[in-house]
């Protein structure tokens, strides 16, 4: 059993790093910024782990017979397909972002609305991290603007509910089956939260360490580039030095010595400055 979990983890991995490799692999290379690198990967990992989730999700209600479910999930899975085409075609992380965030806010509360209201943690798991999201790769506003939309249906449930109106809706599933499906649910899509999202801080972390790493790398160079003019010039004063002595001119002699003392301590004073820096 063991094996056969390695086996399709590492062919789901596969398939993973061949399809970041094929959508956003050119678009990270011609990206200096490295906030933006790490935006393009959190909506890439977004797509594809949601993708991911929505494929057992939608054996669960095909084994269930929900039928609204069997047609909303693979409505949000087409959405999600399109935003890695636009990723691939070079679309601005801000709109494939949107894009992303705001059908995957609609689409479930369309489902939500027609499973008899349900606002179990299957639905409300998402929206939040839909809004979540959608703050880091577009703005607080279109947050805040996703989140008002989300308290207005929660409102309108609310009085569908105290009201007693009974809409025609799907059966969805029965209530034995939602209490035993949660831990299941909430497992999943905690799993889903920390791969985007803690993925993103990492990717942020890795990348401003390289970013660091190249910079410190950059200024031994000038630093090791400027004390080896600095040596060479005392080298050749030295040499002049030295043929100043065997002619007997001393005062080709002091002006060497005077050069040697000023290369010298302009070479320290590179030393302090960069260690000041």
């Known amino acids: 059993m063991a094996k056969l979990f390695r086996q399709g983890w590492l062919f789901l991995k596969s398939i993973y790093l061949n399809t970041e490799k094929a959508v956003i692999g050119k678009i990270l290379l011609h990206t200096e910024n490295t906030y933006e690198q790490a935006k393009v990967k959190l909506v890439f990992d977004y797509a594809f782990f949601y993708m991911v989730l929505l494929l057992s ?52 509360m369309l489902s939500s609305f027609l499973n008899a209201q349900d606002l179990g943690p299957k639905y409300t798991l998402i929206w939040v991290i839909s809004i979540l999201i959608c703050y880091i790769t577009v703005n607080l506003t279109t947050a805040l603007i996703w989140s008002l939309i989300l308290c207005c249906y929660l409102t309108v449930v609310a009085w569908i509910k105290m009201n007693n109106i009974v809409l025609f809706v799907s059966p969805g599933y029965s209530t034995a089956f939602q209490y035993l499906a949660n831990p299941f649910t909430v497992g999943m899509y905690l799993l889903f939260f920390i791969r985007s999202l803690g993925q ?54 002091d002006s060497c010595f005077s050069e040697i003392e000023k290369h010298c301590g302009a070479a320290i004073d590179y030393l302090n400055d960069s260690q000041t820096k």
């Open 200 to 253: 993103y801080y990492r990717n942020l972390i890795a990348m401003e360490q390289m970013r660091t790493a190249e910079k410190q790398k950059q200024h031994l160079s000038l630093i090791n580039q400027h004390l080896t003019k600095q040596f060479l010039l005392v080298k050749g004063f030295s040499s002049s030095g030295k043929i100043a002595v065997n002619k007997g001119e001393t005062e080709l002699l």
């Open 57 to 108: 999700f939608l054996v669960v209600n095909m084994v269930c017979r929900n039928t609204v479910n069997m047609i909303i999930l693979p409505m949000i899975m087409l959405d999600l397909v399109l935003c890695l085409l636009l990723l691939k075609k070079g679309a601005k992380t801000k709109i494939v972002g949107m894009v992303a965030t705001f059908s995957t806010l609609m689409l479930p």
